[in-house]
């Protein structure tokens, strides 16, 4: 099983901790620019079971045992995303994710390494195909090739997002 903790900039520090603590094989991968956490994941894609934890996502003792010990293709640990009173929950996100061997080879990088799905232009990168939307790019993938309709949720982790204060102005939400 290959885990990568990837963040850009500086990871959330109770995020680094649980990872050194709990999983020290961890590779901590940067994702600069709009395509490097792309870029990560596919340069990984079809080599082992990858499990994916984002830099802001704090895991527990039991998150990577529950990912060895699962036969499920792809599993989560879900995470409320957002500021109050937005506040959502999100399972399908890649926050903390594994991906199965047989799931990777049977979906190409192609599948989610390309332009935006249609209605969902990215405003950074103009529906290039950047680190935005790639949760749901993949999770669009695996629902096509009908390998899974879910993520199989095994818990929740806690998610540590620092937002700016203008968050819900910048989303038009006030």
């Known amino acids: 099983m290959k885990i990568i903790f990837c963040y850009t900039g500086v990871p959330d520090a109770r995020a680094k901790g649980a990872i050194e603590k709990y999983v020290p ?13 792309n870029e ?19 895991i527990t ?4 045992p529950s990912f060895e010990t699962c036969d499920e293709p792809w599993c ?5 995303n957002y500021p109050e009173p937005h ?6 996100g890649l926050g903390c994710t594994k991906f199965s061997l047989d799931l ?8 989610f390494c390309r332009t935006d799905i249609a209605g969902m232009v990215c405003p950074d990168c103009n529906g290039a195909g950047c680190w935005r939307y790639l949760d749901t790019r993949i999770a669009f993938a695996i629902l096509a090739s009908c390998i899974s ?5 095994h818990g929740e982790v ?11 102005i910048l989303r038009g939400l006030e």
Do not use: N
């Open 25 to 37: 094989q961890a590779e901590f991968v940067e994702t600069p620019r709009l395509f490097g956490y």
């Open 158 to 168: 806690i998610h540590h997002h620092k937002y700016s204060p203008d968050w819900a």
């Open 76 to 80: 989560s640990y879900g995470y409320y």
């Open 61 to 64: 003792s039991d998150t990577i």
């Open 87 to 92: 506040q959502a929950y999100c399972s399908t």
């Open 40 to 58: 990560a994941i596919a340069s990984r894609w079809g080599q082992d079971d990858l499990v994916v934890i984002e830099g802001d996502k704090e």
């Open 104 to 111: 990777q080879r049977a979906i190409p990088t192609s599948a």
């Open 149 to 153: 309709f879910s993520p199989h949720v």
